[in-house]
């Protein structure tokens, strides 16, 4: 509660519009799939799936993930390790797709929140801007499930399931972005 010139207490969320809560939630659909990946990658590096299509034979016999290629998936993002991908399956697309993904969710945890925080009142601006935290909990939350899940398919549509899973959040605020505003607060106080 909040109190008003004349000491009157008045809410904090009095100011807000259902149409506020609208544009917050689409951007931070998005923390979703930044949650979801960053929480996805290093469960699909353990999988069946992933190590049958991207694994080498070990000492022991089991398939396993060098420590050559878990570097370079790591860390795609620098065009030296990008130039050392030679050897695999569909490494070149999978690295293309990493290196996307990297830059999408750089994008994102900076863009969501400050989006929140310009279209907010005042006193909401730290709800706003700060709902990304619980959107990314929830994006990691299902990550691990989807992981879980897949744990036992040792068929290539294991891994690559929860990878395309990602961008689900990603076409959910691609489709709802236009119906929000692109300038901040006077569109969104009286509507």
Known sequence: MALTENGVRRSR???????????????????????????????????????HCFGEIGENGKRKLGTGRTSIMNSVIWGGKLADFRN???????????????????????????????????????????????????????????????VSVESASGWRTICAMQFMPAVVVIALAPLTPGEPLSHLLDI
């Open 88 to 150: 695999g399956r569909n490494w070149y697309a999978f690295a293309i797709g990493r290196t996307i993904a990297y830059y999408t969710t750089g994008l994102v945890t900076t863009c969501a929140p400050t989006y929140g925080a310009d279209i907010s009142p005042a006193p909401l601006r730290s709800i706003c801007s700060g709902a990304m935290t619980f959107f990314i909990a929830l994006g990691q939350i299902w990550a691990n499930a989807m992981s879980r899940g897949f």
């Open 13 to 51: 969320f009095q100011g807000a519009s259902r149409w506020l809560w609208f544009c917050v939630f689409v951007y931070a659909l998005s923390d979703i799939g930044y949650g979801y990946d960053t929480s996805m990658f290093g469960s699909v590096q353990a999988l069946p799936s992933f190590l």
